[in-house]
T-cell receptor, first 113, second 111 residues
Framework: NAGVTQTPKFQVLKTGQSMTLQCAQDMNHNSMYWYRQDPGMGLRLIYYSASEGTTDKGEVPNGYNVSRLNKREFSLRLESAAPSQTSVYFC????????????FGEGSWLTVV | GEDVEQSLFLSVREGDSSVINCTYTDSSSTYLYWYKQEPGAGLQLLTY?????DMKQDQRLTVLLNKKDKHLSLRIADTQTGDSAIYFCAESMEGSYIPTFGRGTSLIVHP
């Protein structure tokens, strides 16, 4: 049982390049999330998907797009990367909308130069 | 201002108790959580408490909730070097199940 799996773990991008962070969970969870973590800023929600077929903006959605491909997978896309998007990105999932059991992936370290 | 506030650092001696504090602003918070993040890893749920509870104990962990002051604390008894990590306080509100996280408290345990 892998839980929440993110790829890639590390990535360096040039300004203006695009890339997609992949996330999959094998716990049959309904809800999935993307957060970014910056030093001294804690976790900030980028986008979330309450259930398959729905996505909503979080606190910091600008510069990102998401796709809930199916119940298992929730991808995060940077269309034109900027240095301000240098961060650690975490995907997470929860069983239902009660929010009390959120499981996190190991994180993806992204550097934009 | 922030919804959830924590101090950024705490240093304790191995074997002592650690107390990590958190304040939140929304009185309609339903769940309050503590997560632990070890270096290079994701966040792991340590424990959570419903807003109608005052205290929850789980082995070395004790969570205290003061609803009047909107104050949450996590006490770790007999702190070990393996407890060194960042601890995040989070809240979620009825009708908005997504938790809001604090900035995290870095716990440093020294011999």
């Amino acid at each position: 049982n892998a839980g929440v799996t993110q790829t890639p773990k590390f990535q360096v991008l040039k300004t203006g390049q695009s890339m997609t962070l992949q996330c999959a969970q094998d716990m049959n969870h309904n809800s999935m999330y993307w957060y970014r973590q910056d030093p001294g800023m804690g976790l900030r929600l980028i986008y979330y998907s309450a259930s398959e077929g729905t996505t909503d903006k979080g606190e910091v959605p600008n510069g990102y797009n998401v796709s809930r491909l199916n119940k298992r997978e929730f991808s995060l896309r940077l269309e034109s990367a900027a240095p301000s998007q240098t961060s650690v990105y975490f995907c997470a999932s929860s069983e239902d909308s009660s929010g009390n059991t959120i499981y996190f992936g190991e994180g993806s370290w992204l550097t934009v130069v | 201002g922030e919804d959830v506030e924590q101090s950024l650092f705490l240093s304790v001696r191995e074997g002592d108790s650690s107390v990590i504090n958190c304040t939140y602003t929304d009185s309609s918070s339903t769940y309050l959580y503590w997560y632990k993040q070890e270096p290079g890893a994701g966040l792991q749920l340590l424990t959570y408490i419903f807003s109608n509870m005052d205290m929850k104990q789980d082995q070395r962990l004790t969570v205290l909730l003061n609803k009047k002051d909107k104050h949450l604390s996590l006490r770790i008894a007999d702190t070990q070097t393996g407890d060194s990590a960042i601890y995040f306080c989070a809240e979620s509100m009825e009708g908005s199940y997504i938790p809001t996280f604090g900035r995290g408290t870095s716990l440093i345990v020294h011999p």
